[in-house]
């Protein structure tokens, strides 16, 4: 639930960064470490103190979009290097790609092989369906999950500020919303809330629908209240779609 905080703070902190002189590829750095921080900050209250993720979350995606605006206020850094907003905004030269469109598809290629193919990926699905049959089983259960959060924390704030080089600025409001997009691509691609069960290829072909579709209703100039009533209407779907599904497989009569 904090992505989009995560992804706001590491925007504000990097044009701080770059405002206060220090070099572009150390910025980078910073905003990254500091995404990792945050992840880890969030991991740390759910396994230390086994509090349930969704509440650590909600709390820190007030703490820190509430960092982020007492850190910049309402004012707004623009003052970005040319070469890093270029980056974020141009396209491959005689192509009609963007670059961050190559580094997504780079970092979804890794995610995916880590994730599928990987002890890594099979160690998290398994700690996903069942906690403690993976403590018993030899898993690291409590590093796994602090990683899965870091790793979501440094990912949140490299798109956090490639989205302030796209725009030219680095604001707190930054990202605000973007919860909302983010649940219902993981729901509708098929990723369980109970853990355990999803694929990768799932969550992008959710991505690419849920893109389309933000686009298309944007395009039709519908209201932000009207576009996030689909949304939710989606997100329900995904959610109950497999139960209901599920409880009509079940209510069958076995033949024999």
């Not at 970005?80 to 790609?97: D, K, R």
């Not at 990926?121 to 959060?149: D, M, Q």
């Not at 989606?234 to 139960?243: K, Q, R, Y």
Request: contains cysteine; charged residues 10%.
């Amino acid at each position: 639930m904090s992505v989009a905080s995560v992804f706001g703070l590491t925007g504000v902190v990097f044009g701080l960064c770059i405002e206060g002189g220090i070099p572009l590829p150390v910025s980078v750095v910073i905003g990254l470490v500091l995404g990792a921080v945050a992840g880890f900050i969030n991991g740390w209250l759910t396994v230390a103190y086994g509090l349930p993720s969704l509440v650590v979350t909600v709390g820190t995606l007030g703490l820190y979009r509430g960092i982020a605006y007492i850190l910049l206020e309402s004012r707004s850094i623009s003052a970005l290097p040319v070469e890093f907003t270029t980056f974020s905004q141009a396209n491959i030269y005689g192509t009609y790609i963007p670059y961050t469109f190559v580094l997504f598809v780079l970092i979804a290629v890794f995610a995916a092989v880590v994730l599928h193919r990987g002890a890594f990926g099979r160690k998290t699905f398994a700690v996903g369906s069942s906690a403690v049959v993976s403590r018993f089983s030899g898993i690291p259960v409590r590093r796994i999950k602090i990683t899965l959060f870091c790793l979501s924390g440094t990912v949140a704030a490299l798109a956090g500020m490639l989205y302030a080089g796209y725009v030219s600025s680095a604001r707190a409001n930054n990202g605000t919303g973007l919860e909302l997009s983010v649940i219902a691509i993981v729901l509708i691609g098929g990723v369980s809330m109970f853990g355990g069960k999803g694929s990768f290829a799932g969550v992008m072909l959710s991505l690419v629908l849920v893109t389309v579709l933000t686009s298309w209703m944007n395009l039709g100039f519908l209201p932000t209240n009207v576009q996030n009533t689909v949304i939710g209407v989606l997100m329900i779907a995904a959610v109950v779609v497999p139960v209901v599904a599920k409880k009509i497989s079940d209510s069958r009569p076995l033949r024999t």
